[in-house]
């Protein structure tokens, strides 16, 4: 004979204040602990979005980042021959030579300063990046000291918007442009003609080669080819695969440092609802009695307590998922610890996430009820009895 679950609910509901300050307490770590998940994959979203599964990055070896990176322009010519490199819609080869440079510009409001990537395009390279699309303005002519900053820097930095001047390089530019790159890393980068920012930071070498593959299969016949040419000492990734390493250290350390905290907090939650049903199974002694004697095994009582405090858990999952949520609509900004610029990115909410923070909470909930769910279930008949 079993105990139905409306019982537990019951009792839930009869202790209204109690269920719903325990419950408080577990939806508050389950709100640190998803947004902490949300932070970390929000992150790395933004920057796995960024490239593209057909296109392949080439950097110098041991090179982590493009900033660091340095191709010489004898290597580029090698690289620009590979016979599996796509053509564009004009016949060209979809290939661009790019530089990458750190500056520093101060923030709106703030007035702190902090780092941006300035990255120099060739003709190609918005055709490499669909996912990138001017908003406003116009491109930067070739040969001309103009610009086109992504959605972030225009909203956050000095100088980013529409007709205003950044100076760097020992030049003043003009941002002509707006582009928007969804929500990938390009968003936090300005754009500009390669060659003007090359001679504008006297700068011989490009950072990086990026081109697309005629077939996404070749990348493995393509990779050793660059990476065994004596010539090159170059390396090459697909972009999708550049970018997830890109953001591997900082998620990682969020995800650490976040879950750690969130461990320490689950604590005083879990205790709460260790307190709680123990104040239950107090409370119910002579109702228990009763439910042994009319033939309730003591699996069932411990069920039925289980039942009371996973409910409990449940609850606050629920509840500190709902407020979580709200934090998609947030958009913050962090330093990337690969490139050592500032990078914009919002908090990700998938069901990955949800399954995670609802296990949690059902976690909390079984550790805080199953101490009280076990004395209630090994209660003497006659003894629980008489203390009604």
Request: hydrophobic share 45%; charged share 20%.
């Amino acid at each position: 004979m079993k105990i139905p679950i409306s019982y537990s609910i019951r009792n839930l509901m009869t202790r209204r204040l109690t269920t719903a300050l325990t419950a408080s307490g577990m939806a508050l770590v389950v709100f640190v602990f998803a947004a902490v998940l949300m932070l970390a994959e929000g992150l790395q979203k933004t920057l796995v979005e960024t490239g593209a599964h057909d296109n392949v990055v080439i950097i110098r070896k041991a090179a982590v980042a493009e900033v660091q990176s340095g191709i010489e322009r004898p290597q580029d010519s090698v690289v620009e021959t590979q016979p599996e490199i796509a053509t564009g819609p004009k016949g060209q080869r979809l290939l661009a030579k790019e530089m990458v440079v750190l500056i520093s510009l101060l923030k709106r409001g703030s007035n702190k300063p902090s780092n941006v990537v300035i990255r120099g395009i060739g003709e190609n390279s918005m055709l490499l990046r669909p996912q990138v699309r001017l908003a406003k303005g116009r491109m930067p002519r070739p040969g001309s000291s103009e610009i086109i900053a992504g959605k972030s820097i225009a909203k956050r930095f000095q100088g980013g918007g529409i007709g205003e001047t950044i100076r760097f390089g020992m030049r003043d530019w003009t941002v002509v442009g707006i582009f928007d790159a969804g929500n990938t890393g390009f968003s936090s980068e300005i754009w500009g003609d390669v060659n003007q920012l090359m001679q504008a930071f006297r700068r011989v070498v490009y950072s990086s080669v990026i081109f697309r593959l005629s077939n996404s299969a070749d990348f493995e016949r393509v990779k050793a080819r660059i990476e065994s040419d004596p010539r090159l000492h170059l390396e090459a990734e697909r972009e999708t695969t550049y970018y997830t390493k890109q953001s591997e250290l900082m998620a990682k350390f969020v995800r650490i440092l976040g879950v750690s905290l969130t461990a320490i907090f689950s604590f005083g939650a879990i205790i709460g609802a260790m307190i709680t049903m123990y104040s239950s199974v107090a409370g119910r002694t002579a109702e228990i009695g009763t439910m042994r004697a009319l033939g309730f095994q003591r699996r069932n009582i411990l069920a039925a307590f289980l039942a009371e405090s996973l409910l409990l858990g449940f609850i606050g999952g629920c509840a500190g998922l709902f407020f979580a949520s709200f934090l998609q609509f947030y958009a913050i900004s962090t330093m990337n610890w690969q490139s050592f610029a500032e990078l914009a990115f919002s908090f990700t909410l998938n069901l990955k996430i949800i399954a995670q923070a609802l296990g949690f909470a059902l976690i909390m909930g079984f550790t805080g009820g199953v101490l009280p769910a076990l004395r209630a279930a090994r209660m003497n008949i006659v003894d629980a009895l008489r203390t009604s």
